[in-house]
């Protein structure tokens, strides 16, 4: 276009305008009708048809002077609302322009570069490359040379193996690939691999999360050694045929005309026996050895920083606790992470026999346990809405994750005699009783793996130690890697005698949200401790009395269950208030005692945690009652509890009747809006009890969400670990006890959460 000539502009040609004088101007589209006022828009957009340069607009309008005709066109091309058509001839068909118009896109530009763009169309495994038609139809110049603007590669399975040649060839090359299945009934289009994107994942990040989320048929695969994963014969119609492949073909024009929006690092997969149409995003890991390089797949983290923390206001204070983000902001940021085809956690769902009423959700990990690992693959949500239960059971599948061991963690080998004070010794935070190693065969053979007792550590024999940071002390501490991550980890690392569990593990919407978090949760498992397995008596907390609407219809949500609620006071010497939350059914036959448990500087907050885990309970105790021994019910103690046990034969259970009821203002705490200043009041209770605060950040980059492991050596997990000190000690010191409870009769039933 030479000098001084102006493009004709007209609205874009997905949008149809209609003029109802003195109602406005309304723009039609296929995605929803817009209303645009002002008197000259309803006079000029008659015009707008793409025939006509600024100049003639002005020309041909009999409304509004030049400079009111420029600002009008100027507002409108700012809105996306415009196309300056260039001396490019208005065709015929102008659908094509319409749909990358639509795309936010130059249509008749866009549609000038498909016309040249070459693509590569090729099968793996055995895949017919041949019906090209699709991308023919699509205006693409499908060619055989390798140099092709992008690469379409048609299989039947994203983990057949022949795609790691694919990856190779194209990675040596540095061109674009796309993946496709375009037959059975489902059909998977995307993602797309680009070796020049260092931010882009490639086909074995891809494969890496895929094969997680398929554990049965890589069970088939190596037990029968074959190459590639089973496949099933194809269900396909023509029709479907023709289908798969035309959708690759518009998502081939999709990148080729330069839309990279996240999709784009996605699969998506159309089921076509339902129908539904859904995406999985597939993420860079940042340890992959072929896109990152075998130095980064060994990569040591190093020593760990020391933990600093900063000023996080609360920006909930409802729900499960006070956040550094809301619950939707939680979900938005990190629900991508959910995908039955490539997510870190296949899916959440509602609990199955959740009652009315009752928020219990569960998300299936799909990081599946090994050996004698505690990590448990179905995580639990709990919360007073849906959306905090479906953010719970993320979060907590989330930490599990990033809890276990990628084999890059820090860790010296040696003997606890070589490390001296450097190193702590295992069993000051598993605080198991020299009568407990002495019988853990017996004791193993008879328990879940959560009651696990390990062997007697020898400290004259070199174990695997990794590094966790003192807050109280602002130092570096070690501890056995077996102790801290869970496994499987190799033979002579140490798992002989250590064994890490959820105990402490949190996760939060910032470091200093994790921290307090995995903090009350060892707080409130020490004073469940302390109670459960003394079986002492605790004053009632006055629900009705602490003014949360939620906590104040929960009873009234029980008898409609046929239940009873109530909630005791738990609070031990720390003083930070712990609450258990009991129901249990009324009118006859098995009680189904639920119970759950919560801590918090709020005693507000810490019973509304506690009614959440007894409803998170009550599916497990109705499944119970139809013989159900899956989830907490593969324990035999947990089918026990919920088929017999009575507050008659566990009368600790109930409130005290000679303790006054706790309400507001029993266990005050300053008020705080400021996560930071939380974790530095746990630091100071922790050291003036004198014992030490330490945190081991687990946060893994490919996930994002903050984790960490806290301990603090001393305090009970509510688990069956019957060291001396705390757990004798301090009921005696409370007066709860006149002298500590003989070890032969600590409770008999070990808790089972």
Not at 285 to 302: E, L
Not at 344 to 350: K, Q
Not at 418 to 427: I, Q, T, V
Not at 590 to 600: T, W
Request: aromatic letters at 6%; one cysteine or more; hydrophobic letters at 40%.
């Amino acid at each position: 276009m030479g000098a001084g000539v102006l493009p004709p502009v007209g609205f874009k040609r997905h949008l149809r305008a209609e003029v109802v004088v003195g109602e406005g101007t309304f723009l039609i589209s296929e995605r929803g009708t817009t209303r645009l006022r002002g008197r000259l828009l309803e006079s000029l957009a008659p015009l707008l048809d793409g025939t006509r340069d600024l100049r003639e607009l002005v020309r041909d309008s009999s409304d509004g002077s030049a400079a009111e005709i420029g600002n009008l066109v100027g507002s409108l091309s700012s809105a996306g609302l415009l196309s300056f058509r260039g001396s490019v001839p208005r065709q015929a068909d102008g659908r094509a322009e319409g749909f990358w118009e639509a795309a936010g896109l130059d249509g008749p530009a866009t549609v000038r570069a498909l016309a040249d763009a070459r693509v590569r169309v090729v099968g793996a495994d055995g895949t017919d490359p041949g019906p090209t038609a699709a991308f023919e139809a699509a205006g693409l110049r499908v060619t055989d040379a390798t140099d092709a603007d992008l690469t379409v590669v048609l299989c039947r399975d994203y983990l057949s193996g022949a795609l790691a040649a694919v990856e190779a060839e194209r990675r040596a090359a540095g061109g674009a690939w796309m993946l496709a299945r375009t037959g059975g009934t489902e059909i998977w289009t995307g993602p797309f691999f680009d070796p020049r994107d260092e931010a882009a994942a490639c086909w074995h990040c891809m494969a890496h999360r895929l094969r997680d989320n398929r554990p049965e048929d890589l069970t088939v695969q190596r037990a029968l050694a074959l190459t590639d994963p089973p496949t099933c014969p194809e269900a396909s119609l023509p029709s479907t045929r023709a289908l798969g492949l035309h959708l690759a073909a518009v998502r081939a024009q999709q990148w080729l005309a330069g839309l990279r929006e996240p999709g784009h690092q996605s699969i998506h997969t159309f089921d076509l026996l339902r129908p539904a149409v859904a995406r999985h995003a597939v993420l860079r890991d940042p340890r992959c050895p072929s896109c990152s390089g075998p130095a980064a797949a060994a990569a040591h983290p190093g020593p760990p920083r020391p933990v600093v923390l900063r000023p996080v206001p609360k920006a909930s204070r409802a729900g499960n606790g006070h956040r550094a983000l809301t619950p939707q902001q939680v979900l938005d940021r990190y629900g991508h992470l959910v995908s039955p085809v490539s997510g870190l956690i296949g899916r959440i769902s509602r609990a199955a026999h959740c009652p009315d009423g009752v928020h219990s959700y569960v998300a299936q990990s799909a990081l599946a346990p090994v050996g004698r690992s505690p990590l448990r693959r179905i995580s639990g949500g709990k919360g007073a809405t849906e959306l905090d239960a479906r953010v719970s059971a993320l979060c907590e599948a989330l930490e599990h994750r990033s809890g276990a061991l990628h084999g890059g963690e820090p860790r010296v080998r040696a003997t606890l005699r070589e490390l001296g004070d450097r190193a702590l010794h295992p069993n000051t935070c598993q605080l198991y009783d020299e009568r407990q190693f002495a019988d853990r065969e017996r004791w193993n053979a008879d328990h879940s793996l959560y009651q696990y007792v390990t062997e007697r550590f020898d400290p004259d024999v070199p174990v695997d130690w990794s590094p966790v940071w003192s807050l109280t002390r602002r130092r570096e501490v070690l501890l056995p890697t077996a102790l801290l991550y869970y496994g499987p980890h190799p033979p002579g690392t140490g798992a002989r005698w250590a064994r890490a569990d959820s105990n402490g593990c949190a996760a939060g919407s910032s470091l200093e949200d994790a921290i307090l978090q995995g903090f009350l949760e060892l707080v409130e498992r020490d004073a469940v401790a302390l109670w459960w397995y003394n079986r002492t008596r605790h004053p009632r907390v006055d629900l009705a009395a602490l003014g949360d609407p939620w906590l104040d219809q929960a009873p009234a949500t029980h008898r409609r269950l046929g239940r009873r609620l109530w909630a005791l006071d738990l609070t031990a010497d720390l003083g930070v208030p712990v609450v258990v939350a009991v129901s249990a059914r009324t009118g006859g036959g098995p009680q189904q005692l639920s119970f759950g448990f919560g801590a918090h500087f709020d005693l507000v907050t810490a019973a509304r945690r506690a009614v959440a885990e007894c409803e998170q309970l009550l599916p497990a105790a109705a499944a119970a009652g139809r013989g159900r021994t899956d989830g907490v019910l593969a324990d035999p103690v947990a089918r026990a509890w919920f088929g017999g046990a009575t507050t008659e034969a566990h009368p600790y259970l109930l409130p005290d009747p000679a303790a006054a009821p706790s309400g507001p203002g029993r266990w005050p705490w300053p008020a705080s809006s400021c996560l930071k200043q939380d974790v530095e009041t746990a630091e100071r209770l922790v050291a003036a009890h004198g014992m030490e605060l330490l945190v081991l950040e687990q946060t893994r980059p490919e996930i994002g969400l903050p984790v960490v492991r806290v301990l603090v050596p001393g305090l009970r997990h509510f688990w069956a670990r019957f060291a001396p000190g705390r757990l004798f000690d301090v009921p005696v010191r409370l007066g709860r006890l006149a002298e500590p409870t003989p070890y032969e009769r600590l409770n008999p039933v070990p808790l089972f959460l």
